[in-house]
């Protein structure tokens, strides 16, 4: 299986994500093509070497010879729809820009179809994630892996005015992803960035397990203190199983009825949680105590730990962020069926 993975330590925007599939080998020439059968208007679009901190990478930059017309989600959509790309690409930038227009009209308490993109930033998101996703599926990339993703601080200068930094969407969009704060004082991860990636990655993490062929730098528009590049493996998965990142949820318990742990166990089951087990364990002064292990999904964390708290004795807990790798599962005639790649590696009753 090709897949790739995207590297963000300085960020990740339409532009970078462009400009490393570009440099990654995708023709200019083929995109433009593919771009003309969009009904956007006159726009050029800028591509040129840059060097970030003594990286060399692509830099993207559209440009745009129209009035400040604002489009809405409907009109975007239907230039999309309209135009001669293909029916997975379709699909995918309707996704993208449906997600990002969702974002927006959350945060601003506004119905979908009030929401609206500025003329210049509405043909460049235009640009930036229908150009991802014709370059995905012409680099023949099945699968799309992703860093954890870092946030600036500070403010930032936003059509509606001076907001926080990361912006509102942004946030709304990385919800569930894992995400660090930095000192930088800059927007590095955009909305329309956020949007693609959150859209079209499989997981959020270390490289996953990779033959590696090519790689391309995207140049973002800062200068940083290192380089503001966004960086892009691309290769063959060298084991085809599922990947995803759940919490780890643990704690030692000495002063607990050892008779109430499998109550414990069925009530943070019954909570939402994936997993749980409790180990036996020696502590300091030898105490005899058990460690509660509890995996959940990172939107799950809050009723896990309420359960956690109200099942057990614990005081505190901690938890981490774990890279999973399984089988992918199908429940097919009464059987659960788990698969590596295309191999059946197990039959079980359900």
Not at 164 to 182: C, D, F, H, R, S
Not at 287 to 307: G, H, S, T
Request: aromatic letters at 6%; proline letters at 6%; hydrophobic letters at 40%.
């Amino acid at each position: 299986m090709r897949i790739a993975y995207f590297d963000c330590p300085s960020g990740i925007a339409g532009n970078m994500i462009l400009g490393a599939l570009i440099d990654a080998g995708l023709d200019p020439g083929f995109l433009k093509r593919k771009f003309s059968t969009l009904d956007i208007g006159p726009w050029t679009l800028d591509i040129r070497k840059k060097s970030k901190a003594g990286v060399k990478g692509t830099s993207l930059e559209v440009k745009v010879k129209s009035q400040d017309t604002p489009r809405g989600l409907r009109d975007i959509l239907s230039i999309i729809k309209r135009s001669r790309l293909s029916t997975n690409v379709k699909r995918l930038s309707t996704m993208i820009f449906r997600r990002l227009a969702e974002a927006e009209a959350k945060v601003h308490a506004a119905p979908l179809d009030t929401i609206h993109f500025h003329e210049v930033g509405a043909v460049d998101a235009i640009i930036d994630i229908v150009g991802a996703c014709i370059g995905l599926e012409k680099l023949g990339i099945e699968k799309i892996y992703c860093s954890p993703l870092p946030h600036g601080k500070g403010t930032i200068k936003h059509t509606h005015g001076i907001l926080p930094n990361p912006a509102p969407a942004t946030v709304e969009l990385l919800k569930g992803i894992p995400t660090y704060q930095t000192n930088i004082q800059k927007e590095l991860v955009t909305p329309t960035g956020a949007a693609i990636i959150s859209t079209l990655a499989e997981s959020f993490g270390d490289l996953p397990r990779m033959k590696v062929e090519n790689m391309g730098y995207g140049a973002g528009t800062f200068n940083l203190p290192f380089p503001n590049l966004l960086r892009i493996f691309i290769g063959e998965a060298q084991i085809p199983a599922e990947r995803d990142a759940v919490l780890q949820i643990e704690t030692n318990i000495d002063d607990m009825d050892p008779k109430l742990y499998d109550r414990a166990i069925a009530g943070i089951m019954k909570a939402g949680a994936l997993d749980a087990s409790v180990q036996p364990i020696r502590m300091k002064k030898f105490r005899e105590a058990v460690k509660l292990v509890v995996l959940c999904r990172p939107e799950d964390k809050d009723k896990i730990l309420d359960a956690v708290f109200t099942e057990t004795t614990t005081i505190g807990v901690r938890i981490y962020l774990v890279q999973r790798e399984k089988l992918r599962r199908e429940i097919r005639a009464g059987k659960k069926i788990s698969y590596l790649g295309p191999q059946i590696k197990s039959i079980k009753s359900e």
